[in-house]
């Protein structure tokens, strides 16, 4: 996977990755007041050059909170277990626990994700984060710095992200909208040639749609459910 250059959701500029920390934090324009929070770089474990963000977080949020916002924007298909890791403490989280599962998870020693960030994260700290143990994804955090701010509402909010991966169709030219999963590795069909697959009409779930987030094409993941957490942007052209 190619290296992803982003955007700066408070100014607009694209920027590469290794730039985009620093830029922020001149971009960011200082308030007086405003909530204690962490700016933290979340990226893909498999290609973190390709799939990164940069988000702020409460600092008095909790590890659920930031992990349901992880799911919001980049990983939720269906309602896995999800975990972080920070210290070697394992804090998980299933949303339908079954009592075999709850068992199960305080003999693993497995903390609940209740604390709340500021009592866990200090500058500089590395958190490993999984969603779905069965077919993972796996993200790192570190948090970049801490400072006050005001965020419009929420726990947390994207301040920077990934340009989508241009990928084009396995027939045409065209840009990929599709992964057809029934193959590996999987195959990418504008919609044109996605639709005139034998298996469009027979099997319609081996198709997922091409969407910029770690987790497209594995189990049912569609994207995230709010508009406006979406990011389907490709790259500005660099003259
Ligand atoms: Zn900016
Ligand atoms: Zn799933
Ligand atoms: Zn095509």
Request: glycine letters at 6%.
């Amino acid at each position: 996977m190619e290296p992803m250059p982003g955007r700066c959701f408070l100014c607009g500029q694209t920027l590469p990755k290794a730039a985009m920390s620093e830029h922020l934090q001149a971009c960011r324009q200082p308030q007086p007041g405003g909530v204690p929070v962490f700016l933290v770089l979340v990226e893909d474990g498999y290609f973190p050059e390709t799939y990164w963000l940069l988000l702020e977080a409460r600092q008095d949020a909790s590890l659920s909170a930031l992990d349901d916002f992880l799911r919001r924007v980049w990983v939720d298909c269906c309602g896995h277990y999800s975990q972080f890791v920070i210290d070697g403490q394992v804090y998980g989280r299933r949303p339908n626990p079954s009592p075999v599962e709850i068992v199960l998870d305080e003999e693993a020693h497995r903390l609940t994700m209740k604390p709340l960030l500021r009592g866990l994260l200090t500058v500089g700290q590395a958190v490993d984060y999984l969603y779905d143990e069965m077919w993972p994804s796996e993200l790192r955090l570190r948090v970049l710095a801490a400072y006050a701010a005001d965020l419009p509402e929420g726990a947390a909010r994207v301040v920077a992200r990934n340009y989508k991966p241009p990928r084009a169709c396995s027939v045409c030219d065209r840009p990929a909208a599709w992964l057809f999963t029934d193959e590996w590795p999987l195959r990418p069909y504008c919609d044109e040639h996605a639709r005139q697959h034998p298996k469009w009409e027979t099997a319609p779930d081996a198709f997922l749609p091409y969407v910029n987030s770690p987790r497209v094409g594995l189990c049912v993941y569609r994207g995230p459910a709010e508009d406006a957490l979406k990011f389907e942007a490709y790259p500005p052209p660099t003259n």
